[in-house]
């Protein structure tokens, strides 16, 4: 069955930069859209983006557009979350989603297959 775990998160200042990634176990990647989604406690999740299986389309939320990028290595079977310009409003915890069907839109993900368990971003001031 497939699963996932997310890495790379951590303290970083205003203006710093981040790379998460989302490595996959149990089965391959190759097939599957991916997404990034973050949640901040006592609040409701909110989408990053998405990538499609290929890796040739993308998806971002306003709010990230220009500054995060995702990317993916089908042959590492890890999807990649590269996050510059951090801003203290992206603290959050940061969730990959594997799903079956991508969407040029939010929500940009369908047919949700796994979760990880997340990795908690922190942005300070």
């Known amino acids: 069955q497939l699963q996932v775990v997310e890495s790379g998160g951590g303290l970083v200042p205003a203006g710093g930069s981040l790379r998460l990634s989302c490595a996959a176990s149990g089965s391959t990647l190759r097939t599957y859209a991916v997404g990034w989604v973050r949640q901040v406690p006592g609040k409701e999740r909110e989408t990053v983006g998405c990538?499609?299986?290929?890796?040739?389309?993308?998806f971002y939320e306003d709010s990230v557009k220009g500054r995060f990028t995702i990317s993916r290595d089908n042959g590492k079977n890890t999807v990649y979350l590269q996050m510059n310009s951090l801003k203290p409003e992206d603290t959050a915890k940061y969730y990959c989603?594997?799903?079956?069907?991508?969407?040029?839109?939010?929500?940009?993900?369908?047919?949700?297959?796994?979760w990880g368990r997340g990795t908690l971003v922190t942005v300070s001031p």
């Open positions: 990538i499609s299986d290929s890796g040739g389309s993308t």
């Open positions: 989603v594997v799903g079956g069907i991508f969407w040029d839109k939010n929500p940009c993900l369908d047919a949700v297959e796994s």
